[in-house]
């Protein structure tokens, strides 16, 4: 089967040759010791306030090490083993399991409905620098974390936001 077709002298990719995402995923609640909350906005849906989320690149990636990668490119914090903060990464052994939204159903291969979703929490000293990966974020902002939930569109982030207290401690 050919990999593209042709029109007039110029070739077209029969397909996207992007992979499909694993759905599987990680939520990451960045937090300050005071349980001020990181919420970032989606480029892609303004005004869907979030804390860090992400798939994993592959099924080898362990659910931490997708942690740490998220975290870094969406935020520019550094959360890896050996960094300063990577103490600050707990998992908190909790997993949601939710329908996907139907305006990101393209990106799963057909007949995925569902994600797992793995949530970790991240302390950070308040203050600590924030840099979006404008592809994917467009604005941020910390919250006391009873509004962070509040201000959350994904009832799991919600949800996970509103247990800090019970993991920070």
């Not at 409905?113 to 994917?136: D, I, K, M, S, W």
């Amino acid at each position: 089967m050919p990999c593209c077709a042709t029109h007039s002298t110029r070739w077209f990719p029969v397909s996207d040759p992007r992979p499909f995402k694993i759905p599987q995923s990680v939520l990451v609640v960045i937090h300050t010791p005071a349980l001020d909350v990181l919420l970032i906005d989606r480029a892609d849906a303004s005004g869907f306030w979030q804390s860090v989320t992400g798939s994993k690149d592959d099924e080898a990636e362990s659910f931490e090490q997708t942690a740490v990668r998220e975290v870094a490119e969406e935020t520019g914090i550094d959360c890896a083993p050996g960094s300063p903060l990577h103490a600050g990464l707990k998992d908190w052994f909790l997993e949601n399991v939710y329908d996907i939204y139907p305006r990101w159903q393209h990106r799963y291969a057909p007949g995925v409905t569902r994600n797992t979703e793995h949530v970790f929490g991240l302390c950070v000293p308040a203050g600590t620098p924030v840099l979006l990966n404008p592809r994917e974020h467009t604005g941020y902002r910390w919250l006391p974390w009873r509004e962070a939930a509040d201000a959350c569109f994904s009832p799991s982030n919600a949800e996970a936001i509103l247990l800090l207290p019970q993991f920070a401690r």
